[in-house]
């Protein structure tokens, strides 16, 4: 199957989200983009490359995109020198460097300024939370390296917009990548970590990425052809947009959103939420095999031979019993509203601020936790810090760690 077919098997759509915005907004888009300086933090991951792909498309005068990931940096320019289009900008970097570091200030200060930001850099699973060093390091990727990029753009030159990609579960997080991207959204919305930037500062929820790089369903393609059993949460619904969409909402998010608001996904609950489980038969169906569920992990291993042979594939369904999951996606959270922003598929959501001076405190704090190592901090005390400045946050606690299923 092509990557469209599997996307349409997720979404459930035959249409495409965002188009008719996109023909729509492309006059305006177009007399921002072209001629212009564009940065992208984190361009190289699946949502990012998506971004940067529909950016390269209005041929801005220079497109630099800073990745960690040589490997993803590497196929980012492949695929976009490869299509059909090629790739018509005329100052294109693809940089491997730590967006937080001092080699990220030497360059800023080197090649800026910019007058388009686009942040992509998170920890993003909700497994980076089953211990504290690796909590401290998404409070460090999320909170502390973007604070950090910010005062450093004030200092290089404010570009004239920045955009920063969140995710649905920082409406009412029940988990702490949720919890730490509703900081994220305070930290730049907000005034008090570097006294603002005097940018049109826009930011976008949307739903899970399908078959975006580390997703469940991405596995389901690598544990087929790896001969290895697959694996969905029952009773659990999760909203789905494609690649090209993801890269369509940032796109029109960073360049037509109004100031200080957060775009989401015009999804209906009733229509577009799908069982991760439904999808998983179908997506062992399209490709040829009779489910075969198992609820043992043990007894799918081991069947997997055997069910082959007989036309079958090992379907482990299990419960959704591990830290931070909830068996649903929304996208407005508690004291928040929806507005209309004047597009078809598209809402969006007025930033609501926090307690006066949390946002603040709560930067130099993580600041401290993740630069000091004689500051002794566990997991209880971040989730407590957290609530303090986002009290809707609900923690769903669980002994059980998405690193122990298969």
């Not at 976009?80 to 491997?96: H, I, K, M, T, Y």
């Not at 043990?298 to 031979?305: I, Q």
């Amino acid at each position: 199957m092509t990557m469209d077919q599997l996307c349409r098997l997720a979404t459930g759509r035959t249409t495409d989200l965002f188009a008719a915005d996109l023909r729509a907004r492309r006059a305006e888009i177009a007399e921002r983009i072209t001629d212009s300086r564009v940065l992208v933090i984190g361009g190289a991951g699946s949502i990012g490359a998506s971004t940067v792909k529909a950016l390269s498309d209005f041929r801005p005068k220079s497109l630099h995109v800073v990745d960690l990931s040589e490997n993803n940096l590497a196929e980012m320019v492949r695929d976009l020198r490869s299509s059909e289009s090629g790739l018509n900008v005329p100052d294109f970097r693809a940089l491997p460097i730590d967006f937080g570091s001092p080699i990220m200030r030497r360059f800023l200060v080197e090649s800026g300024p910019y007058d388009y930001v686009l942040n992509f850099a998170a920890l993003k699973h909700v497994r980076s939370e089953k211990d504290e060093f690796s909590l401290l390091q998404m409070l460090d990727t999320n909170i502390v390296k973007p604070a950090r990029l910010l005062g450093w753009l004030r200092e290089t030159g404010a570009p004239r917009a920045y955009f920063c990609v969140s995710t649905d579960k920082a409406a009412n997080p029940v988990n702490l990548m949720g919890a730490s991207k509703r900081l994220m959204e305070h930290m730049v919305f907000s005034c008090e970590v570097v006294g603002g930037l005097e940018s049109r500062v826009t930011s976008a929820r949307f739903a899970n990425v399908a078959f975006s790089d580390g997703s469940l369903l991405q596995s389901w393609i690598r544990r087929l052809e790896k001969q290895q059993p697959l694996a969905a949460p029952a009773s659990t619904r999760r909203f789905f947009i494609s690649l090209e969409e993801s890269g369509l909402i940032c796109l029109l998010a960073a360049m037509c959103a109004p100031d200080r608001h957060i775009l989401i996904p015009r999804l209906d609950p009733s229509e577009d939420l799908h069982e991760l489980d439904v999808i998983a038969r179908e997506f062992l169906c399209a490709h040829g095999y009779k489910p075969r569920i198992y609820g043992d992990e043990n007894t799918a291993r081991a069947g997997v031979a055997k069910d082959i042979a007989a036309g079958r594939y090992p379907l482990l369904i299990t419960a959704l019993d591990t830290q931070g999951e909830k068996p649903y996606e929304e996208f407005v959270g508690a004291g928040e509203k929806s507005v209309e922003v004047g597009m078809q598929d598209l809402l969006a959501v007025g930033y609501r601020p926090t307690a006066p001076g949390a946002v603040a405190r709560f930067v130099e704090m993580a600041t401290e936790f993740v630069t000091s190592d004689s500051v002794s901090v566990g997991k209880e005390q971040i989730i407590s810090e957290i609530s303090k400045v986002v009290p809707e946050f609900h923690h769903i606690e669980s002994k059980k760690s998405l690193d122990e299923r298969m």
